[in-house]
């Protein structure tokens, strides 16, 4: 299985509501990531897991909090977001190191 | 030819030609280099990677070709294809689980 499931794919939201978006892998990677991309642009990182431990935060605001509840799983919990924070986010895994990174087809979130 | 600009630069080939697509990386501690297909609505997909030891790798129809002394990428793609039109990334690993990425170049093939 080299597959990385994100749900939801799609996702609309109001700036006062929470919802969260989940993240899962089952190539037994160490190293799980978000990225955010908007549109015609790079995929720009947000955070870094290492053995289930935040590594990097790429000074994201607090409204974006992530959770790594086990070495499967990635969560972005998102509360009082702003429009400009519509966007597609992407969560990725690798092995470590200098590997390359498997990605899942994304979450398309709009905020109203 | 290509543009750039406020869009993605863009080359446009045709169909059966060689692709070249080039990418000016910015970190010299970088030392491990991936080019990514991104096909609209998903995510990036892995196409071939390259380690500064090397300046040289081929895969399947791809090459990628690494010159660490002027810090530039490039993707060479044999005989191209429709399934072949995408936006590519190169993107960049130091010494850290940190992968960033270029700027992106759309290919489009017409027939």
């Known amino acids: 299985d080299t597959e990385v499931t994100q749900t939801p794919k799609h996702l609309v939201m109001g700036m006062t509501n929470k919802k969260s978006l989940k993240c899962e892998q089952h190539m037994g990677h160490r190293a799980m990531y978000w990225y955010k991309q908007k549109a015609k642009k790079p995929p720009e990182l947000m955070f870094v897991?290492?053995?289930?431990?935040?590594?990097i935060n790429e000074s994201v605001p607090s409204r974006f909090s992530p959770e790594c509840p086990n070495s499967s799983l990635l969560n972005l919990h998102l509360h009082a977001l702003q429009p400009e924070d519509s966007a597609l986010y992407l969560c990725?895994?690798?092995?470590?190191?200098?590997?390359?990174?498997?990605f899942g087809s994304g979450t398309q979130l709009s905020v109203l | 030819g290509e543009s750039v600009g406020l869009h993605l630069p863009t080359l446009s080939v045709q169909e059966g030609d060689n692709s070249i697509i080039n990418c000016a990386y910015s970190?010299?501690?970088?030392?491990?280099f991936i080019w990514y297909k991104q096909e609209s609505g998903k995510g990036p997909q892995f196409i071939i990677d390259i380690r500064s030891n090397m300046d040289k790798r081929q895969g399947q129809r791809v090459t990628v070709l690494l010159n660490k002394t002027v810090k530039h990428l490039s993707l060479q793609i044999a005989a191209t294809q429709p399934g072949d039109s995408a936006v590519y990334f190169c993107?960049?690993?130091?010494?850290?689980?940190?992968?960033?990425f270029g700027t992106g170049t759309r290919l489009q093939v017409f027939p």
């Open positions: 990725a895994s690798s092995q470590g190191g200098r590997a390359r990174l498997f």
């Open positions: 897991y290492s053995y289930e431990k935040l590594s």
């Open positions: 970190n010299s501690a970088s030392d491990y």
């Open positions: 993107a960049e690993m130091g010494n850290t689980d940190k992968l960033i």
